[in-house]
């Protein structure tokens, strides 16, 4: 059995706008006293009544017992903590975006399954997965998703297939698109070359690879005909290495 306090049962219902009656009608239970008995110490209820107190003001045991202090709305898949003032303000500022958006472009991923998909497609498209068309799709769905629903204005109109461009462009700038996927990524978004920016996608990639900033360090100190040879030789290094593949 968790620690379940009066007090915290007391915030939830009164943010609800619920009375102890209400409650227990919700919840099936006969009378208040188990609520009465449970505010004056006498009695905790049970884990089973427990859940249908819970039940009925919408939130989780874990929220009840206070191992979480947050709940999701069911309507607009939001999480947030409603005993914090803060919290609901942000709540309600997107909730009818949210609501809006959803109803307007049907193909949205659900909010609240954003953070997760958002999270592991960019781990598996930055490891190289082995399917990183279908990954990198279901993330572009998530970021786009995400986007409309921060952003919604009834005037807008918000395009997919645009929004996937710039943003396939910035997961080039920053490393996320592994080299040797580059080319095929382009190709399925239709980028151009000039459009990415190459050079400045090599070097922003470069300075996230430790390796090859050691390396830059020790070039540095070289002088002009030694970085000559270097140059040379790095050179045949990587055609050695594109003919082996
Ligand atoms: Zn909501």
Known sequence: MGDYSYERYAKIRDFRGFTDYKVTQLAGI?????I???????????DDKMQRIADALEVSLDFLNGKTDEIECKEC?????????FDCAIHEQFHTKILKAKEKYKCLLPYNEL???????????RSGSEDIATELNKYLKAEFSHYVYMNYEDSRHYDFFEFAKSKVVEMINNGDIPQDQIDNVAKWYKLDKEFINIQGASLAR???????MRLLAYAEKLNPEMLNMLEIQAKALSEQNKKEE
């Open 206 to 212: 470069a300075s996230k690879n430790p390796q090859l």
């Open 115 to 125: 953070v997760s998909i958002r999270y592991n497609s960019l781990e598996k498209i």
């Open 36 to 46: 009465s008995n449970w505010k004056n110490g006498k009695y905790t209820p049970k």
């Open 77 to 85: 898949g939001q999480k947030y903590n409603p005993l914090d003032e």
């Open 30 to 34: 006969k009378g208040t006293a188990t």
